[in-house]
């Protein structure tokens, strides 16, 4: 079991930056990748970025250039640096993790808002 709590979401004008971070917990060393979900009400939840053990990165097209997504060492933390944010960027933000095993595990999101 993994347990993920996020934080550092809130309120920011447009153009400007937040870091949202992820602190995980329990069985981290069967971990092999860590994902970055964003949510808006009545919408699919859709995938924002994505790093796997080693350190490759993907990222929707959407955030491309704008997003970087980093962890530490231990795989107890992620984190999701957004600078440039736009109005559309604003979401629940979720981090997931999934195990050796194929679990996936999710947070309890953190809300980001962008406004003009």
């Known amino acids: 079991q993994v347990q993920l709590v996020e934080s550092g979401g809130g309120l920011v004008q447009a153009g400007g930056s937040l870091r949202l971070s992820c602190s995980a917990s329990g069985s981290t060393a069967s971990i092999v990748l860590f994902n970055w979900y964003r949510q808006v009400p009545g919408k699919q939840r859709d995938l924002v970025a994505r790093?796997?053990?080693?350190?490759?990165?993907s990222y929707a097209g959407a955030v491309r250039g704008r997003f970087t997504i980093t962890t530490n060492n231990a795989k107890n933390m992620v984190y999701l640096q957004m600078s440039n944010l736009k109005l559309e960027d604003t979401a629940v933000y979720y981090c997931?993790?999934?195990?050796?095993?194929?679990?996936?595990?999710w947070g309890q999101g953190t809300q980001v808002t962008v406004s003009s």
């Open positions: 790093i796997r053990n080693g350190g490759a990165t």
């Open positions: 997931t993790t999934v195990s050796m095993y194929g679990h996936e595990y």
